[in-house]
C-alpha cells in the first residue's frame, strides 16, 4: 500500500513541560489507526501536527504530493441562518469543485450521512447531527486521509454505528480520538497510545483494541521485570559508593558514573510506572427502602409528538438503570421527571420518603473564571467528604489536578478535567440514587474504567443516559429504550435492545393475501387483471426492495463517489428504484381498499 503521511521524530511542548518527544509514525492506504490515551497526554495535539494545523516543536511531517485532508474538530458549530444545504455547498465551493457537481454530490454526501431535509437549519441541529454534518463536509473534500477528533461523544448509539460502517467500508485512511472501547474495537486496524508509562511516550499496535491490550500487557509486563533487574543492580551499586571508592582511579571513576547512569534511569522507569487514576466513589445514605421511585401510566411530550406514553416502570435500591435511544428521544427529559424537575402530563410519579438524588447535567454548567480552587471547595479551603474534612490540595490530587492548576480558571481546563471537577463535587453529596447524564463524554479509559467500577460498587440505584456501549454493558443491569414516538421497552442488555431497533428497521410486510376462505368476495369486489396483480404484489415489492437496496450500496461505492457523472446517475437511478418501490405500495394499498 502507498504511504500517505509520515512523521519523523515529532515533539511539541507547553511550557516547560514536554507533551510527547520523537515520535515517528506512518499512514498508508487504508490505514484506520485508533489514537488514545489520558487526558492531557497530547492526543488533539498531534492530530493537529499531522493534519498540518500546527507546527511541532521539532521533527517533521511529511505528506505525499496532492494528498487531500479533511479534520472534524470536537465541537461542531454552524453560523446562523444557513441551512444544511447552503452549509455543504460552501464546503463544495472551497474544495474546488465545480459548481455542475454540486447537487450530486451533495445529495450522495448528505443522504449517506442520514440527511432527509436539506434546507433545516444547521446551527438548529442537535449535537448528533451537527456532528454527522462536520462528518460529511469532510467526506465532501474527498479526502485521502480523514482525521477525527472524539466524534463519538456527540453521536446517539445509532449515529456511532453509523460512522463505525461509514469507516469500515470506505477507501480513506482516517485517524481517530476515541474513548469508546466498543468503537475502537471494530474500526481500527492499529491502535497508537500516548502515555508517560513507555520510555519513547509512545505505543503503536496493529490490529484492534483487544490485540492492543494483549501487547500491552506484554509490554508493562517487561517492564516491571526491567524495573525489578535495575533496581537489584542499583541496591549493589549504592552498597558499592557507600564503601567509599577513590574516585581518583579511573574504572572506580567510571563506575561511578555507570552507577549514576543506573540510579537516574531507574528513576525514569519508576516514574513512568506510577500509577495515575482517579479516586472516584460515591457516598450512599444507607437507605434501607427498597423501592425508591415508581412510575405509573407517565406521558410527556412536546406538542403533538409524545416521547412516551403509559410508561410503568419502578426503580429499586441496586437497580443500574441504562437509558437509551437516539438523541432527541426523551432520554433527559425521563431524567427531569424523575428529579422532579418537571411534571408528567399525564400519569404518577412517586419517590420514597426523604428521597436523595444527585444529578449530573450533559450540559457541563461551570463558571469559567472562577478557579480550580473553588470549584472544588467553594465554602473555604477544605471539603466535607465522609464525614472527614479534607484539603482541597488533596481532593484536588484525588481527580489528578496539580497544586499550580489550583489558581488557574476553569476555562483553560480540557473536557476531560472539567468533568472530573463536575464528578468531584457530585462525590461529596450522599444519594439514594445517582442521575448521570452523559458522564463520560471527554473523559479518557483510565477514568472510565475507574467510573465504572465505582458505579458498580454503589448500593444505591442508577439511572443512566450514556452513548459508551461497554459502559452500559458492564453497568446496567437493565435497559429502557425510548423511540422517541412514544414507546418505551424495557431490555435485559444493550444487545437486545440493538437487536430490537434493527428488527424495526426491517421493512414491514404488508399483511399476507386474504385466505382461501375469502377468495370469493375478493372475486367480486376486484376484476380478473387486479385479482392476478393483487396476487403478484408482495413478490413485485420484495423484487423493487432489493433493487432499490442495491443502488443505494452503490452510492457507497468509492469509485462511484470519485465520479461526479456516475455519482449523478447512479443518485438519479437510486431515486427512481425509491419512485418504484413507493407506486407499488401505493397500489397495494388502492387494490386493498376495493376488496375492503
Do not use: C
Not at 491502535?191 to 483494541?209: C, M, Q, S, T
Not at 510506572?273 to 472516584?280: E, P
Not at 440514587?433 to 479518557?444: A, F, G, H
Amino acid at each position: 500500500m502507498a504511504l500517505l503521511l509520515n512523521t519523523r521524530a515529532v515533539a511539541k511542548s507547553y511550557s516547560a513541560a514536554p507533551l510527547f518527544t520523537g515520535i515517528s509514525l506512518s499512514i498508508q492506504e487504508g490505514d484506520r489507526l485508533g489514537l488514545i490515551g489520558p487526558n492531557g497526554s497530547g492526543k488533539s495535539t498531534l492530530l493537529d501536527i499531522m493534519a498540518g494545523r500546527i507546527e511541532p516543536d521539532s521533527g517533521e511531517v511529511v505528506l505525499r504530493k496532492r494528498t487531500q485532508l479533511a479534520y472534524v474538530a470536537q465541537e461542531s458549530q454552524f453560523p446562523a441562518g444557513l441551512s444544511i444545504r447552503a452549509v455543504m455547498r460552501q464546503t463544495l465551493q472551497e474544495a474546488g469543485v465545480p459548481t455542475a457537481d454540486w447537487p450530486a454530490r451533495e445529495a450522495a454526501t448528505l443522504g449517506r450521512a442520514g440527511f432527509e431535509d436539506f434546507e433545516a437549519e444547521a446551527a438548529a441541529l442537535s449535537g448528533g447531527w451537527r456532528k454527522r454534518l462536520a462528518i460529511a463536509q469532510a467526506l465532501a473534500r474527498d479526502p485521502a486521509i480523514l482525521f477525527l477528533d472524539e466524534p463519538t461523544n456527540h453521536l446517539d448509539l445509532a449515529g456511532i454505528e453509523w460512522l463505525e460502517k461509514l469507516l469500515r467500508n470506505s477507501a480513506f485512511a482516517s485517524i481517530v480520538i476515541s474513548h469508546d472501547r466498543y468503537f475502537l474495537e471494530n474500526v481500527p486496524n492499529a491502535i497508537a497510545e500516548l502515555n508517560r508509562i513507555y520510555k519513547d511516550d509512545f505505543f503503536y499496535v496493529p490490529g484492534n483494541y483487544s490485540a492492543f491490550l494483549e501487547k500491552k500487557a506484554e509490554y508493562l509486563h517487561a517492564q516491571a521485570k526491567h524495573q525489578d533487574a535495575l533496581e537489584n543492580r542499583v541496591r549493589t551499586e549504592m552498597e558499592w559508593l557507600r564503601r567509599g571508592p577513590k574516585a581518583r582511579a579511573t574504572k572506580a571513576k567510571a563506575r561511578i558514573d555507570k552507577a549514576r547512569e543506573l540510579i537516574a534511569e531507574l528513576g525514569d522507569a519508576r516514574e513512568r510506572s506510577r500509577s495515575q487514576s482517579t479516586d472516584l466513589e460515591f457516598q450512599a445514605t444507607g437507605r434501607r427502602t427498597k423501592r425508591l421511585i415508581h412510575l405509573e401510566g407517565v406521558s410527556y411530550g412536546f406538542g403533538t409528538k409524545p416521547l412516551f406514553k403509559n410508561l410503568d416502570f419502578t426503580v429499586t435500591t441496586g437497580m443500574r438503570v441504562g437509558l437509551v435511544g437516539a438523541n432527541g428521544s426523551g432520554k433527559t427529559t425521563l431524567l427531569r421527571l424523575l428529579r422532579g424537575e418537571i411534571a408528567p402530563l399525564e400519569g404518577r410519579i412517586e419517590r420514597a420518603d426523604g428521597l436523595r438524588m444527585v444529578y449530573f447535567d450533559q450540559i457541563r454548567r461551570l463558571d469559567p473564571d472562577i478557579t480550580l480552587r473553588r470549584a472544588l471547595a467553594p465554602e473555604g479551603d477544605s471539603v466535607i467528604y465522609r464525614d472527614r474534612a479534607i484539603h482541597v490540595a488533596s481532593w484536588a490530587d484525588r481527580f489528578l489536578f496539580s497544586n499550580e492548576q489550583l489558581n488557574q480558571p476553569v476555562g483553560k481546563l480540557s473536557g476531560g478535567e472539567r468533568a472530573r471537577v463536575l464528578i468531584a463535587a457530585l462525590m461529596l453529596d450522599p444519594a439514594d440514587v445517582l442521575l448521570l447524564d452523559e458522564p463520560t463524554n471527554d473523559l479518557d479509559i483510565p477514568t472510565l474504567e475507574i467510573l465504572e467500577e465505582s458505579l458498580l460498587e454503589f448500593p444505591g440505584a442508577l439511572v443512566l443516559v450514556t452513548h459508551d456501549r461497554y459502559l452500559l454493558d458492564r453497568v446496567s443491569t437493565v435497559v429502557l429504550g425510548l423511540d422517541g414516538q412514544g414507546e418505551a421497552e424495557r431490555f435485559a442488555d444493550y444487545s437486545q435492545w440493538d437487536l430490537w431497533q434493527a428488527e424495526r428497521k426491517q421493512p414491514k410486510p404488508r399483511a399476507a393475501p386474504t385466505p382461501e376462505a375469502e377468495a370469493p368476495s375478493r372475486k367480486k369486489k376486484l376484476s380478473y387483471l387486479d385479482t392476478r396483480e393483487y396476487e403478484s404484489m408482495e413478490t413485485r415489492i420484495a423484487q423493487a426492495e432489493e433493487i432499490l437496496a442495491a443502488k443505494r450500496a452503490a452510492l457507497e461505492d468509492p469509485a462511484v463517489m470519485k465520479d461526479g457523472r456516475l455519482l449523478e446517475q447512479t443518485y438519479q437511478d437510486m431515486q427512481e428504484a425509491q419512485m418504484a418501490v413507493d407506486q407499488l405500495y401505493d397500489r397495494w394499498a388502492e387494490l386493498e381498499a376495493k376488496i375492503n
